[in-house]
C-alpha cells in the first residue's frame, strides 16, 4: 500500500508515470537495506561489550575476596564503575540459588526477580553470574535495536550511538523492561493491539516505567473505538489480555508469599532521597512526613497522567505524550537513579524528538552517571570528602539536571504540540 501511494505522489509530482518496478526495489538494493541493521547491531555490541570489560572483576581479585562484597564494591569505585548486578548478588545471597519472592525478597517487580535468580542458578560464582546476565542484556540491546529499526531506521541508530550505553547497559536490568516496552511499541504501530497490551504489560512487571506507555495507549485505543476506527471489543480484549498477562505473572507469588511479593511496592512507597522539583521549590523540606510527600507525589503524577489522557482524546499521539510525561515524571519522582535517563532517552527516541533534545538527555545522564561515580570514589578514599561534596556540590549539580531536563521536556512538548496541529495543512501543501 506504501509502495503504491509513493508511486502515485511520484507520477502526481512529476507528470509522468512511475519507472520503479511493480516488484519494488532491485534485489541488491532490498539486500544492502536488511543488511543496514548489522551497523547499529556492532555499534550496540561495542558499547555493551566496553561497559562489560570495564566491570568485569579479575579472577585473581575475586579468588581473593570471595566472600567480601565490600571488596568488590571498592575495586569498583576506585576505577570509576558500578553495576547493581554486583551488589544485588551479594544483598539477595544469589549464590545460594533462592527462589524469588519465596526464599528471598526483591525490590523489583516479577520479571526482574526471575531474571535476576535464574541468572544466578544457571551459573557457579560471580563471574560467571556476570557474564551470563551481561549477556542476556546484549541479547536485550540487540532486541531493542532491531524492534527500533522495523519502524525508524533513525530510531535505530540513535539507540546505538546513544553514549549512554557505555554506563547504564549493564548497570541495572532496564534494558530487559525497555526490550518488552519497545516490543509493544512496535506491535502498537502495526495495529496488533493484542500483542502491544501483552508486552507492554510483561515489561511494566519488568520495570514499571513501561506503564505510562500502556495506559496512553489503552486511552488512544479508546479514543478510536468512539471514533469508530476499531470495535469496542478491541479494547475489551486490550483489557482482558493486560489482565491475564499481570495476573499469570503475579498471582503465583502473591499466593506463596504475599508479604514477599508485596515487598516492591513497600519498598518504593518508603523510599525518598528527597531529590524531586518538589524539593528543589521548597514545596517539601527535609522535615516533611513521608505520608505527606507520597501523597502530594501522587497527586502530582495522576493529574500529569489526567492532562496526557485529556490530550490524546484530543488527538494527540500516545507515544509523544508517554513520552513527555515520563520526563516530568523523572523531574518529580522521589528517588532518582541515574539509569533513568536511559529510559527518558528511549521515551524520547520513539516520540521521534529532535536531536538536540536526545543530546541534552544523554548529557544529563552522563552527568547524573559521572556524579554518583564521583561520590563513589570519595567514599572509599576519603569520606570526609564524599560527605562535603554531598552537601554542597551535589545539590547543585542536581537542580542543574533537573533544570535541563524539564527546559527539554517543556520544549519537546511545545515544538510536538505545534507539528500536530500544523501537520494536516503541510500535508495538503505537499500533495
Same mark, same amino acid.
Given at each position: 500500500m506504501a509502495l503504491q501511494e509513493s508511486r502515485a505522489r511520484e507520477e502526481l509530482l512529476t507528470g509522468a508515470p512511475s519507472t520503479r518496478r511493480p516488484?519494488? &526495489?532491485?534485489?541488491?538494493?532490498?539486500?544492502? $537495506?536488511?543488511?543496514?541493521?548489522?551497523?547499529?547491531m556492532l555499534l550496540c555490541t561495542a558499547q555493551v561489550a566496553f561497559n562489560y570489560l570495564r566491570l568485569d572483576l579479575p579472577a585473581s581479585f575475586v579468588a581473593r575476596h570471595r566472600s567480601d562484597p565490600r571488596a568488590y564494591h571498592l575495586f569498583l569505585a576506585s576505577h570509576?564503575?558500578?553495576s547493581d548486578l554486583y551488589? &544485588?548478588?551479594?544483598?539477595?545471597?544469589?549464590? $545460594?540459588?533462592?527462589?524469588?519472592?519465596?526464599?528471598i525478597r526483591i525490590e523489583y517487580p516479577v520479571v526482574l526477580g526471575l531474571y535476576m535468580t535464574a541468572a544466578a542458578g544457571l551459573t557457579t560464582g560471580v563471574k560467571a553470574y556476570f557474564l551470563l546476565s551481561s549477556i542476556g542484556l546484549w541479547a536485550c540491546a540487540l532486541g531493542c535495536v532491531w524492534c527500533l529499526w522495523a519502524v525508524s531506521k533513525r530510531a535505530a541508530w540513535a539507540f546505538a550511538l546513544s553514549p549512554l550505553l557505555l554506563v547504564f547497559s549493564l548497570l541495572n536490568w532496564d534494558l530487559v523492561g525497555i526490550l518488552f516496552m519497545l516490543l509493544g511499541w512496535r506491535a502498537w504501530?502495526?495495529?496488533r493491539y493484542l500483542l502491544s497490551a501483552l508486552f507492554l504489560t510483561i515489561g511494566t512487571f519488568a520495570k514499571l516505567y513501561p506503564i505510562f506507555l500502556l495506559f496512553f495507549c489503552f486511552v488512544a485505543l479508546a479514543r478510536r473505538a468512539q471514533q469508530g476506527r476499531v470495535a469496542w471489543a478491541v479494547l475489551g480484549r486490550f483489557l482482558a489480555v493486560a489482565a491475564a498477562a499481570g495476573a499469570m505473572l503475579n498471582l503465583p507469588f502473591v499466593f506463596i508469599d504475599e508479604r514477599r511479593w508485596a515487598y516492591f511496592y513497600v519498598f518504593n512507597e518508603e523510599r525518598n532521597q528527597r531529590v524531586s522539583v518538589l524539593y528543589w521549590w521548597h514545596i517539601l523540606t527535609a522535615h516533611s512526613s513521608a505520608v505527606l510527600a507520597n501523597d502530594l507525589w501522587a497527586a502530582l503524577v495522576l493529574a500529569l497522567v489526567a492532562v496526557g489522557a485529556l490530550l490524546i482524546w484530543r488527538g494527540s499521539d500516545a507515544t509523544k505524550v508517554a513520552a513527555v510525561s515520563f520526563v516530568f515524571f523523572l523531574a518529580l519522582q522521589k528517588v532518582y537513579s541515574p539509569q533513568y535517563l536511559l529510559w527518558a532517552f528511549v521515551f524520547a527516541v520513539i516520540a521521534e524528538w529532535d536531536g538536540w533534545a536526545?543530546?541534552?538527555?544523554?548529557?544529563?545522564?552522563l552527568a547524573g552517571y559521572s556524579s554518583?561515580?564521583?561520590?563513589?570514589?570519595?567514599?572509599a578514599h576519603s569520606p570526609l570528602t564524599a560527605i562535603w561534596y554531598a552537601r554542597n556540590v551535589k545539590p547543585l549539580e542536581r537542580d542543574l539536571r533537573l533544570s535541563l531536563l524539564l527546559a527539554t521536556g517543556t520544549v519537546a512538548a511545545m515544538k510536538g504540540r505545534v507539528r500536530e496541529r500544523f501537520r494536516p495543512v503541510l500535508l495538503h501543501a505537499r500533495s
Open positions: 516488484g519494488g &526495489l532491485a534485489p541488491w538494493t532490498r539486500a544492502a $537495506r536488511r543488511l543496514g541493521i548489522l551497523g547499529p570509576f564503575a558500578y551488589t &544485588l548478588f551479594w544483598h539477595h545471597h544469589l549464590y $545460594r540459588h533462592p527462589l524469588p519472592y519465596i526464599d504501530r502495526r495495529d536526545l543530546a541534552a538527555i544523554s548529557l544529563v545522564g554518583a561515580a564521583l561520590l563513589e570514589y570519595l567514599g
